[in-house]
């Protein structure tokens, strides 16, 4: 999906506002944010990886991202120019994560610093059904995190396994 101009609750999907209140039409695991439907994993047709490049790509998960925290090492390097973190497996593929910085409102912040990555998990209970998970990053960490909804963070597709 292309970049917007505006990343705020008022213009995320399956998301609206009344009074202040932050109410969800999908993706809904608390009582408190509308009627709940407990899908904490983004369907098919929601996954901005296979809407924009086709088939074979998905959205990471939450377990994959977690096999590259379990067994991958991390290194804070520079490729063309751009700061990120290299991650190798344990066969010597690499994979970039640029230091991509994040969209929040108008503005798009820490780049060459942080970089912010979705996963198609969303937070699951007890935390807030208003965020999602992913990856954040820096010159000193990565780690598991995520962020709202509301905010642009960057997808970094894998191919899809076969089920």
């Known amino acids: ?30 009582s408190n944010n509308g009627e709940i439907d407990n899908k904490t994993e983004l369907d098919i047709e929601d996954d ?3 809407v924009n490049m086709g088939s074979e790509w998905r959205m990471p998960s ?8 379990d067994y991958c090492t991390w290194e804070w390097t520079q490729v063309n120019g751009m700061n990120g973190q290299m991650v190798t497996g344990p066969n010597g593929n690499t994979v970039f994560f640029p230091a991509s910085g994040i969209r929040l409102e108008y503005d798009l912040d ?40 509301c905010n642009g963070l960057t997808v970094r597709a894998v191919r899809a396994v076969e089920e």
């Open 110 to 149: 820490y780049v060459g610093e942080e970089g912010f990555y979705w996963s198609r998990t969303l937070n699951l209970p007890p935390v807030p059904s208003t965020g999602a998970a992913g990856i954040h990053l820096s010159w000193e960490f990565f780690e598991f995190g995520g962020g709202s909804r």
């Open 48 to 50: 901005a990886a296979y």
């Open 62 to 69: 939450r377990d994959q991202i977690f096999e590259l925290f």
């Open 1 to 30: 999906m292309p970049n917007k101009e505006y990343y705020w609750w008022e213009t995320t999907a399956w998301i609206y506002v009344e009074n202040g209140h932050i109410y969800l039409s999908k993706y809904n695991t608390k």
